[in-house]
């Protein structure tokens, strides 16, 4: 069963960082590309970020790129999103999603994880 | 980027009607190589987004035959057929053929 379990979320102050981690199960992970989505409480998805099976290609969302660096670590099935200079407008649940590689959808998704920033 | 737009913003439907939600794109979805990356997306109330359609009519592992997908271009159409009460909550498309990937503000189905 594929299962991506996210942490690391919370209250941080505007400004601050924060890094976010999702573990995967169930599946080769070396074999897929990764994505971060975010959902604002109450709004729609909107994709952050990317990173494709051996992190050759990453690819971010314009709000995000220069402050949010995504990573992997394929021995360890993990992966990461650091968060500097974080905003208000960062504030959502943040979701792990596995992407597949011939069909460019997502296809499982984590339950997701909360960041809130406030100060 | 390519903006989805979404209509209606919600829809009431008996058990056992049917409805359709329908997503445009602001530019084509198909890709270089031929194909059109569009997708629909469930989130039930509470739950992570969950796929339902891939490529614009095929239905994922699991997705009921209630569900079909069409359309070309910038133009598509999700219709789910004798509705249940678990396919309740927010629908999205959804475009991977290019980045930024890019989704639709989501189709409420409620209950009438």
């Known amino acids: 069963e594929v299962q991506l379990v996210e942490s690391g979320g919370g209250l941080v102050q505007p400004g601050r960082s924060l890094k976010l981690s999702c573990v995967a199960s169930g599946f080769t992970f070396s074999n897929y590309g990764m994505n971060w989505i975010r959902q604002a409480p109450g709004k729609g998805l909107e994709w952050v970020a990317y990173i494709s099976s051996g992190s050759s290609y990453i690819y971010y969302a314009e709000t995000v790129k220069g402050r949010f660096t995504i990573s992997r670590d394929n021995a360890k099935n993990t992966l990461y999103l650091q968060m500097t200079s974080l905003r208000s407008e960062d504030t959502a649940l943040y979701y792990c999603a596995r992407r597949r590689y011939s069909e460019l959808d997502f296809d499982y998704w984590g339950q997701g994880v909360m960041v809130t920033v406030s100060s | 980027d390519v903006v989805m737009t979404q209509t209606p913003v919600s829809l009431s439907v008996s058990l056992g009607g049917q409805v359709s939600i329908s997503c445009r794109s602001s530019?084509?979805?198909?890709?270089?190589?031929?194909?059109?990356?569009l997708s629909w997306y469930l989130q039930k109330p509470g739950q992570s987004p969950q796929l339902l359609i891939y490529?614009?009519?095929n239905r994922f592992s699991g997705i009921s035959d209630r569900f079909s997908g069409s359309g070309s271009g910038t133009d598509f159409t999700l219709k789910i057929s004798r509705v249940e009460p678990d396919d309740l909550g927010v629908y999205y498309c959804g475009q991977g053929t290019q980045y930024p990937y890019t989704f639709g503000a989501g189709t409420k189905l409620e209950l009438k």
């Open positions: 490529k614009v009519s």
């Open positions: 530019q084509s979805l198909v890709h270089n190589n031929g194909n059109t990356y």
